[in-house]
């Protein structure tokens, strides 16, 4: 499957983006998804992870409360609405798959996700 994600930009503190990832080549809904973020010179962090259905999901602590994860599979789509963005959230942003069939779970490691974005650019301004 290929994953593009979009929907990157400059929001000032206390704005609010929404992330896309569009998947291409196979059935989407048969993929969790996951999103994860790199700030420069940090690794790449858990952001946010969702089950085929979108019925199991996970974020991490930091965004917990301000992000969303949202999929519509016959879309192929996966969404991050991000609300009260904060200077921390300054990353590039990646989406990424992995196929579990209709096992339902959510997966919080990158080393999980065989399937990769290219990486769409956040950028928070206080």
């Known amino acids: 499957v290929q994953l593009q994600a979009s929907g990157g930009g400059s929001v000032q503190a206390g704005g609010s983006l929404r992330l896309s990832c569009a998947a291409s080549?196979?059935?989407?809904?048969?993929?969790?998804v996951g999103w994860f973020r790199q700030a420069p010179g940090k690794e790449r962090e858990f952001v946010i992870a969702s089950s085929w259905s979108g019925g199991s999901t996970s974020y991490s602590a930091s965004v917990q409360g301000r992000f969303t994860i949202s999929r519509d599979n016959a879309k192929n789509t996966v969404y991050l609405q991000m609300n009260n963005l904060k200077p921390d959230d300054t990353a590039v942003y990646y989406c990424?798959?992995?196929?579990?069939?209709?096992?339902?779970?959510?997966?919080?490691?990158?080393?999980?996700?065989?399937?990769w974005g290219q990486g769409t650019e956040v950028t928070v301004s206080s």
């Open positions: 080549g196979r059935t989407f809904s048969d993929y969790a």
């Open positions: 990424a798959a992995k196929y579990t069939g209709k096992s339902d779970y959510y997966l919080r490691t990158a080393g999980s996700y065989n399937y």
